[in-house]
Structure formats: structure tokens, C-alpha cells
């Protein structure tokens, strides 16, 4: 299985600010990563499972397809 990929995404100015305004309209902090990797195509029964482990656990999980 090759080595997942993922990284925080380089931002220019402009899109920093741009993401600096939706944190302060949502009141939240947000993570830009780089599309990097495809993301997985999850039924709604497995996004349940997902959302309910990252409850269990107190983390986010992201499901990406490694390839």
C-alpha cells in the first residue's frame, strides 16, 4: 500500500484572507489542505460510522482513497 499523502495547502494572501472572513463568520477555525488526494465516496451508512467513531474518539477522521 503506497504512503498516504496529505498536506496543509500554500496559500496566497488573497486566499488567506478569504478563509480568515469564513472563520470569523462561522466563528471556527478551518484547515485548508492541498487536493493532494482523492477523497472517498462514502454511502450514507458509512459516513454514520465515520461520524460516530470521530464522537467516540474526539478527533476528525478524513476517508481518502490511497492510491
Not at 5 to 30: C, F, P, V, W
Not at 33 to 59: C, H, I, N, R, W
Request: proline share 6%; aromatic share 8%; no cysteine.
Amino acid at each position: 500500500m503506497p504512503t498516504p499523502k496529505i498536506r496543509i495547502a500554500k496559500l496566497d494572501n488573497e486566499t488567506i484572507d478569504k478563509i480568515q472572513a469564513m472563520e470569523a463568520e462561522l466563528g471556527y477555525s478551518i484547515v485548508a489542505l492541498e487536493p493532494y488526494y482523492l477523497p472517498a465516496s462514502l454511502t450514507t451508512s458509512q459516513m454514520d460510522k465515520l461520524k460516530f467513531l470521530e464522537q467516540e474518539l474526539g478527533v476528525v477522521l478524513l476517508a481518502y482513497k490511497n492510491e
